[in-house]
Structures are given as structure tokens and as C-alpha cells.
């Protein structure tokens, strides 16, 4: 399966949101990545439900929702209302992980769990059968426009090689710092998803042209 690249719109203008969207649409965004952040979790406060049903109004693409925030069951029903079609819960966020990740999966929605650079990888082999996606974080989540932590490619061969063995279906999804000169790498290592803010919405180029270079450099993947 070709590797699928998911904007973030944290780096997208707010003031021109849904025009932004319906531009990563029609470039050919795969799907579209909205940073939920609490103001605990992570120092950020981004956006809530709200924005997520603003989104849903402006895209057919499926709504990749990160939750960075404390405790996520609280919110997991809100989201689901608000139109997402697959919530990432943090493995750091939660005492009662494989409850969410149950509430997620009743909800009919696809279940994602996230885990920060250092966290030890043994959270997600032995939650994989229970997931459809898996999130290597590549900053330290919080920011966007921060530098890919390198180690990151280590860590997403170990979840590709027991993602290939325990669950084939799991998608493998890398966020943080991701632009066109490391795309092909983090690709090669096991990410199947590339989520990308600032190299997408505040690049060089318009919407599509950074959408293209991104497409460039996976051609030889
Ligand atoms: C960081 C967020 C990312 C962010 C990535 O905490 O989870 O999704 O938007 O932004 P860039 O691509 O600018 O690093
Ligand atoms: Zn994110």
C-alpha cells in the first residue's frame, strides 16, 4: 500500500480553516490529522469537538483525531459526535489505557494509540491486536514546527516488525517534525501514515506543491 500523508491543520491559518481543507482535498491529502491538545497533558491548548465538527463540515477526508490530553476517556464520546473517524489515545495519558481503547473501538471508530519518544515500546506490541493504528511520536508532542528526533527510526522498525506479525492491519503512523528530506526514510523504517503540519501548511510552496514534494521523495520507497 502506497505510504498515505495526513496534513495536520495545526499548522494551517485558523482564520481560513475550512478553505485550507478543502485545499488539502483537492491536492490529495489522504487523510486529515487534528491536534487535539488540553493545556495538561501537553503545555498547548488547541481546539475541542467543536472544531472537529467544523472540520467534518469541510472535508469527506477521514478525520485522524490525536488526543493530547489527560484522562481521554472524558472526551472519547464528544469526538465521536463531532464527526472523527479515529481517535488516538495516548499511552501516557491514561491509568485505565485498554478501557479506552475499548471505548473507542465501541464507538465504531478506528482505534489509535500514541506513544511519546521515550515511552518503551512494549505498550504497543502488546496492545497492537487491539489496534488499527499506531503512533510513533517524533517530538515531543505539544508544538508543531519542532526537529524529528532521529532515534524515531529505530522505534518504528521494532512496532514494524511486531505490527507484521501480530497485526497486519495496523497502520503505522509517524508525527512530528516530518518533511520532504526525511519522509522517504521514516517510510523505509515502517511508517505507513506521515503526518505533516508546518512542511504542508507553511512550507515553500502552495498546499499542493508541498503536497507533491512530499510525493517526490516517496517515489523512490
Ligand atoms: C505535535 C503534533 C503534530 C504537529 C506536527 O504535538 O502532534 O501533529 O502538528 O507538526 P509539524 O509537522 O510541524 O512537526
Ligand atoms: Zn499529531
Not at 25 to 54: C, K, Q, Y
Not at 145 to 172: A, H, S
Request: net charge negative; with cysteine; aromatic share 4%.
Amino acid at each position: 500500500m502506497a505510504v498515505a500523508i495526513a496534513p495536520s491543520i495545526l499548522a494551517a491559518d485558523f482564520a481560513r480553516l475550512g478553505e485550507q481543507i478543502r485545499e488539502a482535498e483537492e491536492a490529495g491529502a489522504d487523510l486529515l490529522h487534528v491536534d487535539v491538545m488540553d493545556g495538561r497533558f501537553v503545555p498547548n491548548i488547541t481546539l475541542g469537538p467543536l472544531v472537529v465538527e467544523a472540520c467534518r463540515r469541510s472535508t469527506a477526508l477521514s478525520l485522524d483525531v490525536h488526543l493530547m490530553v489527560e484522562d481521554p476517556g472524558r472526551y472519547l464520546e464528544a469526538f465521536a459526535a463531532a464527526g472523527a473517524d479515529g481517535l488516538t489515545v495516548h499511552a501516557e495519558a491514561t491509568q485505565h489505557l485498554h478501557s479506552s481503547l475499548a471505548s473507542v473501538r465501541r464507538a465504531g471508530l478506528r482505534v489509535g494509540l500514541a506513544v511519546n519518544p521515550l515511552t518503551p515500546l512494549e505498550v504497543v506490541c502488546e496492545a497492537l491486536p487491539l489496534l488499527d493504528l499506531a503512533l510513533v511520536m517524533s517530538v515531543n508532542p505539544g508544538f508543531g514546527g519542532q526537529t524529528f528526533i532521529p532515534t524515531t527510526l529505530g522505534r518504528l522498525e521494532r512496532v514494524r516488525t511486531w505490527r507484521d506479525r501480530l497485526n497486519p492491519d495496523c497502520r503505522i503512523e509517524v508525527d512530528g517534525g516530518i518533511v520532504p528530506a526525511n519522509a522517504a526514510a521514516v517510510a523505509r523504517a515502517g511508517a505507513d501514515i506521515l503526518v505533516a503540519g508546518s512542511a504542508i501548511f507553511g512550507g515553500e510552496g502552495s498546499i499542493a506543491e508541498n503536497l507533491d514534494s512530499f510525493r517526490d521523495e516517496l517515489r523512490s520507497t
